[in-house]
């Protein structure tokens, strides 16, 4: 039997298919992907270094603070001596910010269906976009001040303004963020269920918002924390107070971020040391919600 003579220069069978590839992509091609990449990677250091840095100094100069009685005890009566815990102002930071995730989120992303799905390039739609526009640059104090002026003068000190406050600041984050994730979704899933017979609810529901959702519940996030973190607005709001008050109808209420604010503005070591470690509890906090929204988003990706 004759042996069959394989030319020195072919690819053995064990080799990948990604060497055609390879081989069929030109010398400049491949520096130019190179540097491209090279480039990402730099541009993704460049951005961590300042991140990594804040969350380092934060760490470092309140993370002794933080201790069980941080947790569990009230505000301190007195301000320049140590001790007492950030209990009311952590429950009062989830609180309001439940309130106001709950009012903004549903809000925001029925008007984001409105204005994909049934408005498109109507007159309210182009009206509604002009006005989520115009509140995503209005200063936080602004709508502070447009709470106090509306609420807070009628109704007093009472946590939901602060809600009211922070839900209107998230709430043209999450029309602007749901409506352009929603455009993402490709307009072959809205003709197959069209052509299924179901109604255009049916498919805003069981089609479009489950191909949506990953990317709507990352805005809310982004809404959510920059709502956590605010201050301006809760200052007009909310009032002072140390101890615990979970009802947002009642009474005055506090925040880690006015405490960071108080506590910064004092001049005492222990209040400054209280100012550094609510922050970063709030880190945390924002911290850990996204993660879990991601993980939810996620699981329910892989589900649909």
Do not use: C
């Given at each position: 039997m004759t042996a069959t003579m394989t030319p020195p220069n072919a690819p053995t069978p064990a080799e990948?298919?990604?060497?055609?590839?390879?081989?069929?992509?030109?010398?400049?091609?491949?520096?130019?992907?190179?540097?491209?990449?090279?480039?990402?990677?730099?541009?993704?250091?460049?951005?961590?270094?300042?991140?990594?840095?804040?969350?380092?100094?934060?760490?470092?100069?309140?993370?002794?603070?933080?201790?069980?009685?941080?947790?569990?005890?009230?505000?301190?009566?007195?301000?320049?001596?140590?001790?007492?815990?950030?209990?009311?102002?952590?429950?009062?930071?989830?609180?309001?910010?439940?309130?106001?995730?709950?009012?903004?989120?549903?809000?925001?992303?029925?008007?984001?269906?409105?204005?994909?799905?049934?408005g498109r390039h109507g007159r309210l739609a182009r009206i509604i976009r002009f006005m989520a526009d115009v509140m995503t640059g209005v200063p936080s104090i602004v709508m502070g001040l447009f709470v106090f002026a509306i609420f807070t003068l009628k109704y007093g000190l009472i946590g939901f303004g602060g809600s009211l406050a922070l839900g209107a600041l998230m709430l043209p984050i999450v029309i602007r963020s749901s409506e352009e994730m929603l455009r993402l979704v490709p307009d072959d899933l809205r003709h197959a269920s069209d052509a299924l017979g179901a109604r255009r609810w049916h498919t805003v529901l069981r089609v479009i918002l489950p191909a949506a959702l990953p990317g709507i519940v990352s805005g809310s996030m982004l809404a959510v924390a920059r709502a956590a973190g605010e201050t301006a607005p809760l200052l007009f709001t909310i009032g002072a107070a140390r101890n615990t008050n979970t009802n947002v109808f009642r009474g005055p209420n506090t925040a880690l971020p006015l405490q960071i604010f108080n506590n910064a503005t004092r001049p005492f070591d222990a209040a400054i040391a209280r100012a550094w470690g609510s922050a970063l509890t709030l880190v945390v906090i924002v911290f850990v919600f996204t993660v879990i929204a991601r993980i939810v988003s996620a699981r329910f990706s892989v589900r649909r």
């Open positions: 990948p298919p990604e060497w055609m590839l390879r081989r069929s992509v030109s010398a400049g091609r491949r520096v130019r992907n190179g540097l491209a990449t090279m480039w990402m990677l730099l541009s993704v250091l460049a951005a961590m270094v300042p991140l990594v840095f804040v969350f380092g100094y934060v760490v470092q100069k309140g993370a002794h603070v933080i201790s069980r009685a941080w947790f569990t005890k009230d505000l301190p009566i007195v301000d320049q001596f140590p001790g007492g815990g950030m209990k009311a102002a952590i429950i009062g930071t989830l609180v309001i910010t439940l309130w106001a995730t709950l009012m903004a989120v549903p809000l925001g992303v029925g008007a984001a269906i409105y204005l994909n799905e049934y």
